[in-house]
């Protein structure tokens, strides 16, 4: 069966919308993977970093107000955000095979509209960042959007699944023209020919 879009039950989850948010998961990724290098970091050292910069970023970008369509529900480690009032959670984890609450339990701030909600109808939603499969891909970001009954029936794929390398060289500036220094011999005053003589 092909599964709908999130945007086909969640007119506020605007590709527009769904790709912020992506690239917020994303850029704190992978600058958790630029900073932990020491040979003292592990997999847990990385995954929990990763996972309280990734809340705290969207916390963040909700508190900075400058998205109207952001909120934020439940700002503890369980967190809850909104997209255009339509409550979200967030996992690290395999988006094909999940096995993290934040994807397989409803929050008690997603009840409501579950408790609503008609059948085979989209009505709890996760952003699952998918870690790379192998070395040459990076990670990706999946809305998964379920039913009341936890059926799948949506699913939404960020485009950024390979990093992007910015070129960070500084542009030299434009040469600019300088005319030759002119020299010319020392002038010496009166008195140092009248003390060179008497040194001699």
């Known amino acids: 069966m092909k599964l709908q879009t999130p945007f086909d039950f969640q007119p506020s989850f605007t590709p527009e919308r769904l790709s912020k948010v992506a690239d917020w ?6 600058a958790t993977e630029d900073d932990l290098v020491r040979d003292t970091d592990t997999p847990y050292t990385r995954g929990t970093t990763r996972f309280g910069r990734q809340k705290q970023r969207i916390v963040n970008e909700y508190l900075a107000g400058v998205f109207d369509w952001l ?3 439940n700002g503890g480690n ?3 955000f909104s997209i255009g009032g339509i409550p979200c959670r967030f996992s690290n984890d395999d988006a094909a095979a999940p096995k993290k609450r934040a994807v397989l339990e409803a929050h008690r701030f997603q009840m409501p509209l579950i408790e609503c909600a008609e059948p ?8 699952v960042i998918d870690p790379a499969k192998d070395e040459f891909s ?5 809305l998964l959007g379920y039913t009341a009954t ?3 029936v949506c699913r939404w794929q960020s485009d950024a699944s390979v990093r992007t390398l910015v070129d960070i060289k500084q542009i030299a500036p434009d040469a600019v ?3 030759k220094p002119v020299v010319v011999p020392k002038r ?3 008195g140092d020919h009248t003390q060179a003589a008497a040194g001699q």
């Open 25 to 30: 998961f994303l850029e704190e990724w992978y």
């Open 120 to 127: 085979g109808q989209a009505v709890r939603f996760c952003f």
């Open 71 to 73: 909120g934020v529900e």
């Open 78 to 80: 369980d967190l809850v």
């Open 150 to 152: 936890d059926e799948l």
């Open 138 to 142: 990076g990670p990706r970001v999946e």
């Open 177 to 179: 023209q300088i005319s």
């Open 188 to 190: 010496r005053s009166p």
